[in-house]
């Protein structure tokens, strides 16, 4: 069955980094697109950034030139670099195989606070 569990969340100060990682299993990787999606206290699923099966990236429009994504399909991941931190980022942080988040991981949580 396919599988999706992330990592490398944690607290952070305002202006920090963090690199959040994915590990895929149960379907054949390289050929989805991947996403990584976020749900703020009280809020709902936000789509972040969509990784396409060549690495191109899309990211929504508050993230970007913080954020940056990659993936390697020969080990099945998918990855995050979170810079720049802002309180605002706080959030369950999913990576998913649609954009909606349906299909998700059970999410590594990302808290940044002075």
């Known amino acids: 069955q396919v599988q999706l569990v992330e990592s490398g969340g944690g607290l952070v100060q305002p202006g920090g980094s963090l690199r959040l990682s994915c590990k895929a299993s149960g379907f054949i990787f390289k050929k989805y697109t991947m996403y990584w999606v976020r749900q703020a206290p009280g809020k709902g699923l936000e789509w972040v950034v969509r990784?396409?099966?060549?690495?191109?990236?899309l990211f929504e429009d508050s993230v970007k030139g913080r954020f940056t994504a990659s993936r390697d399909n020969a080990k099945n991941a998918l990855y995050l670099q979170l810079n720049l931190l802002k309180p605002d980022d706080t959030a369950l942080y999913y990576c998913?195989?649609?954009?909606?988040?349906?299909?998700r991981g059970q999410g590594t949580q990302v808290t940044v606070s002075s």
């Open positions: 990784v396409a099966t060549d690495g191109t990236t």
């Open positions: 998913a195989r649609d954009a909606s988040g349906i299909l």
